[in-house]
Every structure is written in C-alpha cells, then in structure tokens.
C-alpha cells in the first residue's frame, strides 16, 4: 500500500533506505547540480570540522573531507544502516571521515559541537521538525554555521509534479498529508524561517537556487520514465497496477519528458531553497 509522499524514520529505515540504495546512482547524478551549488555556497575552510546530516551514500561528506583537509574532520549521520555502509565503502582510505548510524532528529552524536552543519535533502523527514531543528542547532558550537539544501514549492518541480500528475492521470493516488513528514515539507521558506528562529538559529538566509535536473541522471525520456516509474514515492502504487495501466502510465511518461529534451541533455527545472544559519 503506497504512503504517497509520506516518507519518515521508519521508512528510511527500511523500505525507503533500500529503494534509495538501489537507484542511488541515478539520485546521485540527478542532485549533482544542486550538490555542486550547496558545497559553493557552505565555501568550506581547511581545519573545519562538519557534521553532515542525512548523508546517504555520503558525496557530499566526501566533498567536505576534501575541502576541511587533514586538519579538518567531517562526520556523516544517518538513520539508515544499508546507506551507511555504503556510504563507508565509497569512502574507504578517507582518514578524516567518519560515519556514525543515528536518528538525528533525537540521537547525541559523537565528536559534537561541530563548526560547521551541512544537509543536501537531508532535513525534511522529522516527524516534529521545531524540536528536531532545536536539537540539531545544538549539535553546533555557538556562532556554528548550517548549509542546508531543501526542496522548494512542488509546482516548480515538475521532474517530480508533473509525473506524478502523470501518474495520477491512471492510478487514485492517496492525497498528500500536510503534516506528515516528507521530501516536499518545508517548502513554504517563511514557515521554514520561523521554525530554525524558533529552534535557536539567528542570521537566517533562504535563498531560492533554480537549475535543472536530468531525471535518474537520464540522457533521454524513455529512461527519465524508467526512473520515475521505478524510484519516486509513487513507484509503489504504478507497480501494483496492471500490465496495461503500467504500459500507458509509461508512454505518457516519455511523452511528458520529451518537453524537456535540449539539444544535448535532458533538463527539467528545479527549484530548491539553500538554507544558511548560525547557531544562537
Ligand atoms: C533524500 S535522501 C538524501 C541523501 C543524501 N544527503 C544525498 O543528497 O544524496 C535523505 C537522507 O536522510 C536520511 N534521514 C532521514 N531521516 C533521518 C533522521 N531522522 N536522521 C538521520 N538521517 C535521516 C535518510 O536515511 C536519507 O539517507
């Protein structure tokens, strides 16, 4: 039975963890982009030590250890056990990188206060984000700096929105809860404002970053359908449908990410919030 875009601990946990495992890749180079402009915008220091959270198969906790350096030291925390060792294994032979399995919504984390924070996506999956976002700004030394990437309004992301629309086209998808956890939770950026003040997190920025993205990493729309049908939160309910329904759901697919196709590429906007603070 499909949750929709409810997605919280538990799921990461389990089912959620090992879908992500499995299409990692093509999440990888789908966020690339928006990866790249996280780590420019954190502008890491030699000698800083980061805690990364939600780090998942960890490319950006790498990145970090590269650019703290030897002096430096970077810690990537995530609930999921399968992520974490895979997130390891890339890592092997990176002395000043380290990974610890915690729910960073309520978990002490060792080697903290941190300097620096960051998250690539990594952030919208507590079930009560004010107190989660208090204890993580607690995790910072005083003056500590966060870089968070986040998504922004599902309307301006239809490498998502417009494939479930798609989908929805063929399938009674359940209708979101607002307040359940999930990847599209914190994109009303005042609402997101006010919880990190209320958290204890002072010179707040929420900046938009619009780019685009290649769906699954993919060069073209019949494998951009693929990914969607196999790897978004509504994979479940087109898996349970039939043949038929699967194949239609399928063409539209293609058909919808043909508008997308450049000369070269696919590119599909995005639009996401880069979230900077300190701790009080
Ligand atoms: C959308 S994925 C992003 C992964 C990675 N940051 C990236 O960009 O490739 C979200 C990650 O957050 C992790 N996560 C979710 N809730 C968490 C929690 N309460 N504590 C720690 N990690 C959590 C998940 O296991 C998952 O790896």
Redesign the pocket.
Known sequence: MTKGEQ???QD??GE??AR?LRD?AG??AM?QP??EALMARAALAPGERVV?????????SRTAAIQVGARGAVCG????AL?LREAARRAAGIPNLTFVR??????GIPGAPFDRMI????????VDPAA?FARLRRLLVPGGRMDW?VWGPKEDNPWMFGARAVAARHLDLPAPDPGA?G?FTLTDRERLADLLAGAGFVDIEVVEHRHHVAVGGAADPAAAADFAAGAFFFSDAIEAADAATRAAIHEDLVAFYRDFLTADRLAVPARAWLVRARAR
């Open positions: 997605v919280g601990p990461w946990q959620r963890g992500w990692m999440f990888e966020l928006l990866g990364d959270i939600g780090c998942g198969g960890g490319w950006t925390v995530d609930i999921s992520l915690a729910d960073a919504a309520v978990d998250s690539r996506l990594g952030v919208m999956f507590f989660a990437a956890p990847p």
